[in-house]
């Protein structure tokens, strides 16, 4: 199947993140993939693998020396007291390694 295949049966507020190996494509709202230049390239890429992926990050992070968040721009859609959590659908690329 392809990433046409799989965009096709979800809708624009959904989070995805794109992968092809180690690299990161596209992480956001599927709405907004249609903005990126690589866009109907992207389309015809097989996929592998679909997942969910779950980002749990502190507020502090940058102070504690944690793992920054995917977004870390973004307004939290939880907030629990010193948590945000973020559920993205990952969805592998096939990659040629």
Do not use: C, W
Request: overall charge negative; cysteine-free; charged content about 30%.
């Amino acid at each position: 199947m392809t990433l046409a295949d799989i965009v096709a049966v979800m809708s624009g507020p959904d989070r995805v993140r794109i992968m092809k190996g180690k690299a990161e494509l596209y992480a956001g709202y599927l709405g907004n993939l249609v903005h990126m230049a690589e866009y109907e390239a992207l389309m015809a890429e097989e996929v592998t693998r679909i997942k969910e992926t779950v980002d749990i990050t502190h507020k502090r992070y940058k102070e504690l020396g944690l793992m920054q968040p995917l977004h870390p721009e973004e307004t939290p859609n939880y907030s629990f007291s010193d948590l945000q959590l973020t559920i993205y659908r990952e969805i592998i690329l096939k990659s040629e390694e």
